[in-house]
Each structure stands twice: as C-alpha cells, then as structure tokens.
C-alpha cells in the first residue's frame, strides 16, 4: 500500500476517534477492542475497522487502523458496551495508472485502487457484534465469494 493510502487510513482512523471524544453514554464502562482481520485466509495488509453503535446501543462509533491483519482501539474514545456493526474496508492495487486530479500537474498519473473488501462487509455491512465492558478479542475471517 503506498505512503499516501497509509497516511490517509492511519488519519481516518484517527478522525473516528476524535469524533467519538464528546459522545458517550454516560457510565457502564469502557470497551477495549482488538483482533485479527483476514481475506480469504490472508491477513488484510492495510485498512480500517468501524464500530458503529446499533439495535438502541446509545454511544460513539469507534475505528483503528488495520495493520498486517491486526487492529486495536484504544485510546480514550473506547466504545460503549452495547451493540455495533462492524464496516471492515481495504483497498487493493488493480496493476492500472490513473490520472491524478488537481492539485497535480496534468499529466501525473497514480495506481489505481479499488475496494478489496466486499460491500457485505463494508458500506452493507452484515457484520454484529456485542461488545462487553471490559477487554474484547474479535477476529473477523472475511470471504470474497458470494455468500
């Protein structure tokens, strides 16, 4: 993954946490969570994990970094105890430059990426999960066949 796709993951990541900062149900704890992300078997190289509050969970969504197939939020924007989905998204290079937008010269061209990880896991997310206060090891082992 290029230093540019890196960065703008690691600042994503960053800016759900920052967000999350003022929301909070105001008691019930803290919970801390960590684990494994893998497609098809592999570890997911570089990406982003979203806990999105859901099913009357009251609190912030909560996000890390996906690094060589591991994540972990922390920090003090911890998520709420209650229930998420989860939205798991990775881009992949598809071997094609593309043209670079400004502010670039004309001309500049850049590889291509695309979304590596599918919608069913993503922006359409079927993924739930229950966190519970306290420390949570989740591991998600994704597919991209159909399901």
Same mark, same amino acid.
């Given at each position: 993954m290029t230093t540019v796709l890196r960065a703008a993951a690691v600042a994503l990541a960053t800016g759900l946490l920052v967000a999350a900062g003022g929301c909070g149900n105001g008691g019930g704890g803290r919970a801390a969570v960590r684990g494994k992300v893998t497609l098809d078997g592999q570890p997911v190289e570089a990406?982003?994990?979203?806990?999105?509050?859901?099913?009357? /969970?009251?609190?912030?969504?909560?996000?890390?970094?996906?690094?060589?197939?591991?994540? $972990?939020?922390?920090?003090?924007?911890?998520?709420?105890?209650?229930?998420?989905?989860?939205?798991?998204?990775?881009?992949?290079? /598809?071997?094609?430059?593309?043209?670079?937008?400004?502010?670039?010269?004309?001309? /500049?061209?850049? $590889?291509? /990426?695309? $979304?590596?990880?599918?919608?069913?896991y993503n922006t359409r997310s079927t993924l739930r999960e229950e966190l519970k206060p306290g420390s949570n090891v989740l591991n998600f082992d994704l597919t991209s066949g159909e399901k």
């Open positions: 990406g982003l994990i979203s806990f999105v509050p859901a099913e009357g /969970t009251k609190g912030p969504s909560a996000g890390a970094a996906v690094s060589q197939g591991e994540y $972990e939020v922390q920090g003090d924007n911890l998520p709420v105890p209650g229930a998420y989905r989860v939205e798991i998204k990775a881009q992949k290079k /598809t071997g094609k430059k593309v043209p670079v937008g400004s502010p670039a010269p004309p001309g /500049t061209m850049a $590889e291509e /990426t695309v $979304e590596a990880i599918p919608a069913r």
